[in-house]
């Protein structure tokens, strides 16, 4: 994408928080609305399908969304998202009762748009903010994305508790058709939006989207079918042959979706194998405390509060941790952050047979603060040096690489609480315990187990961040 010295950078980036903030925010206003659905048209086992639908388009298609921005330009390709986002949104909301084809092709289509907008911001992030403000700019970002998560659901399941999921729809759709007007309206043209798709890798694309939807759907059927059931088996197959494929194609390509180069940095393999180490203890550690909580103890409120308190931790994390990439060694930052997730990971082993409030939300309290500092500085090291005209599709194949480290991550600690569930509690019954105490024994042992094995990826990540080059070098380390 395009790079212009702007001294008004904070001003030009209004328009793509703008877009930040009402996908984020429609995305947690919609949180629900699967399960809605899904109870509504009496399709339990279709709420796989509706989440999946809109993760492969909001994750595989990251990089091709990414990589048009880089040809036809920023606000064009803003523009063009955001479209898409605001029409799969009021596609859903007119959507007839019962037609699951259609539903699951506006919820992808409402993925790419999605796919499509966090590039751009990224990339004017990359572009327009001084170096040395870099941080700051995806602590902004960041920031927005955590801030309205935190509103969305809380707004959202108030709505729809009154009115029904298609309102919800509705005002989503409001709220993207004003942002839509705003950015067009603030935005201004340049001349690099006169680029044309002459020559993009369409070959690539198609084979992108194969191989990272493939790779998506692993984990889902795998933990909900079972690793060795044949959709499983044969999305890994079909990922595989992708990939074969996709590496030749882009070999070829003279302007590849996926730049090898680019990938192959320690600045992309490290903080990626970090975010495959811990992101998945967000979803997993938000599931194991409702686990925990309501088969322990029949309470379903102190995982709410809880889950809240995470996403609280997230934010100040962005805040405090994340600019502190601009002044100090991002691995340095990023190790501090981890021992935070490290902290929280280890707070669960005090989690016992009677239920604590504060240690609960203590717990992922601290994990939230180190993983939403994390996120901000690993953007930073790996876009860091990127270049102008990779903005957009490195960004995007960062994403997908993103997105896809909290699903392995569920898909390896969730079931690791929930896996032997009904077996473990037969055991302990077998034993003599009655039913409250076998299911309240087999919980709190469960999360321990849970919990040492994410305190060794919490390590080892660690490690793995003090391996990561430096990015101001020795000088900036001793000022």
Known sequence: MESTTNSGYMKGFIPYAIACAVMSLCGGFTAAVPTNIVAEWDMATAVTFITLAY??????????????????????????SLGLYTLGQLLIAICPTGVLPLLLLFRFMVGVGAAGIAPCVMAYIMMEFPPEKMGQGFTIYMFIACGMVIFGPVLGGIVMGKTGWRPVMWICVVACVIALALCFIMIKKTESEKKSMAGFDFVGAIFVLIFFAMVLCVPTFGQNAGWTAPTTLICAAVAVVALIILVAVEKKAASPILNGKFMARKQFILPVIVLFLSQGLLQACMTNIIVYAKYGFGDTTVAGLATSVMYLGMALGTIILGPQADKKEPRIVASIALIFVLIGAALQLTLGKTLSVPLTCAALFFIGLGLGGNGTIFMKVVLSGCAPELAGAGSGTYNVFKDMSAPFGVAIFVPMMTGGLAAGIAERMGAGMDQAAATLDYCVTALHKVAIAQIVCVVIGIVVCLMLPKVYGDKKEEA
């Open 55 to 80: 993760s492969v388009g909001a994750a595989a298609m990251a990089p091709v969304m990414g990589k048009i921005g880089d040809v036809l330009g920023r606000r064009t390709t803003l523009l063009i």
